[in-house]
C-alpha cells in the first residue's frame, strides 16, 4: 500500500508532537518526492520595500513586529521560526485559521509579514497590495525570478526553508517494488501537462530517486527538530 505525505508527516512532526502515534522512521517507507516548494516573505509595499527593512525594525524594536501563520507546526511558520533564529530578530508570532484570514490580517495591518506560497496571494501581488520581498528556497524561483533568495536579500547564508508531499509506502513493500514505481513517476514528471500544473503553482516536479528523497527527509527532520526545540514550538 502506499501514502501521499507531507512534510509535516514525515520530519517535522514528531519534533512537533512528543505524543505522536507512528514513528515516521518505521512505518513509512520513502519512494519519491512528488514536488517541493518555498515560501514568500510578504509584506504591505506601504510599509516595507525589503527584507532588510523588516529585520531592521525587528532589531530596533524587539518582539514589536508580528508575523501570522495558518497553523502553530506549518512550515510557513517553521520558514519564518528560521529566518528569525538565522537572523537573531525578534518577531512575534499570532496564530489564524488558514492563509485567507493570514492574508486579510497582512492587508489589514494587524500583522507585519507573513510567510506564505504563491497561489493564496497571486492577486493580491499582481494588484500591488502585497510585496514579496523574498522566497525561503536556497535558489529563485522561475515562476517569481525577480523575487530573491534570503541569502542574496539578507545575508542569511545558506538559508533554506522549503516544504514537500512525497509518497511513501508500506515498510515492508519489495525494493523492487518502490524502484520501479519511483521510476514510473519519474517519467510523469516529464509530461507536459504536469510540467505545467507544477509551474502554475510555483512547485518544483519530484520524482527524484529514492535515496535521495530520503537524504532530504533526514536532513529536513534533524534541522527542524533542532530549531523545534530551540524556539519551543508546539503544534498547539
Given at each position: 500500500?502506499?501514502?501521499?505525505?507531507?512534510?509535516?508527516l514525515?520530519?517535522?512532526?514528531?519534533?512537533?508532537?512528543?505524543?505522536?502515534?507512528?514513528?515516521?522512521?518505521?512505518?513509512?517507507?520513502?519512494?519519491?518526492?512528488?514536488?517541493?516548494?518555498?515560501?514568500?516573505?510578504?509584506v504591505?509595499?506601504?510599509?516595507?520595500?525589503?527584507?532588510?527593512?523588516?529585520?531592521?525594525?525587528?532589531?530596533?524594536?524587539?518582539?514589536?513586529?508580528?508575523?501570522?501563520?495558518?497553523?502553530?507546526?506549518?512550515?510557513?511558520?517553521?520558514?519564518?521560526?528560521?529566518?528569525?533564529?538565522?537572523?537573531?530578530?525578534?518577531?512575534?508570532?499570532?496564530?489564524y485559521?488558514?492563509?485567507?484570514?493570514?492574508?486579510?490580517?497582512?492587508?489589514?495591518?494587524?500583522?507585519?509579514?507573513?510567510?506564505?506560497?504563491?497561489?493564496?496571494?497571486?492577486?493580491?501581488?499582481?494588484?500591488?497590495?502585497?510585496?514579496?520581498?523574498?522566497?525561503?528556497?536556497?535558489?529563485?524561483?522561475?515562476?517569481?525570478?525577480?523575487?530573491?533568495?534570503?541569502?542574496?536579500?539578507?545575508?542569511?547564508?545558506?538559508?533554506?526553508?522549503?516544504?514537500?508531499?512525497?509518497?511513501?509506502?508500506?515498510?515492508?513493500?519489495?525494493?523492487?517494488?518502490?524502484?520501479?514505481?519511483?521510476?514510473?513517476?519519474?517519467?510523469?514528471m516529464?509530461?507536459?501537462?504536469?510540467?505545467?500544473?507544477m509551474?502554475?503553482n510555483?512547485?518544483?516536479?519530484?520524482?527524484?530517486?529514492?535515496?535521495?528523497?530520503?537524504?532530504r527527509?533526514?536532513?529536513?527532520?534533524?534541522?527542524?527538530?533542532?530549531?523545534i526545540?530551540?524556539?519551543?514550538?508546539?503544534?498547539?
Open positions: 500500500s502506499f501514502l501521499v505525505g507531507d512534510m509535516g514525515a520530519a517535522t512532526n514528531a519534533a512537533l508532537m512528543p505524543k505522536l502515534g507512528y514513528d515516521a522512521r518505521k512505518d513509512l517507507k520513502p519512494v519519491t518526492d512528488l514536488f517541493y516548494t518555498g515560501f514568500y516573505v510578504v504591505r509595499p506601504e510599509k516595507f520595500t525589503s527584507v532588510k527593512e523588516v529585520l531592521a525594525a525587528a532589531h530596533k524594536a524587539p518582539g514589536v513586529l508580528n508575523y501570522g501563520s495558518a497553523s502553530a507546526g506549518s512550515g510557513q511558520r517553521l520558514s519564518m521560526e528560521l529566518l528569525k533564529a538565522q537572523a537573531k530578530a525578534s518577531i512575534t508570532y499570532v496564530p485559521r488558514g492563509n485567507a484570514p493570514a492574508l486579510l490580517a497582512l492587508m489589514s495591518g494587524e500583522i507585519d509579514v507573513i510567510s506564505i506560497g504563491l497561489p493564496p496571494m497571486r492577486a493580491q501581488l499582481e494588484e500591488g497590495r502585497l510585496k514579496a520581498v523574498a522566497v525561503t528556497s536556497l535558489h529563485r524561483s522561475t515562476v517569481m525570478p525577480d523575487v530573491p533568495t534570503l541569502e542574496e536579500a539578507a545575508g542569511l547564508k545558506g538559508y533554506e526553508a522549503e516544504t514537500w508531499v512525497g509518497l511513501f509506502a508500506a515498510p515492508d513493500l519489495a525494493d523492487k517494488v518502490v524502484s520501479k514505481v519511483q521510476g514510473d513517476i519519474a517519467k510523469v516529464q509530461l507536459d501537462d504536469v510540467k505545467a500544473f509551474r502554475a510555483d512547485y518544483q516536479a519530484g520524482g527524484q530517486a529514492t535515496a535521495v528523497f530520503a537524504r527527509i533526514e536532513a529536513d527532520r534533524d534541522k527542524y527538530a533542532r530549531l526545540k530551540a524556539a519551543g514550538i508546539t503544534a498547539e
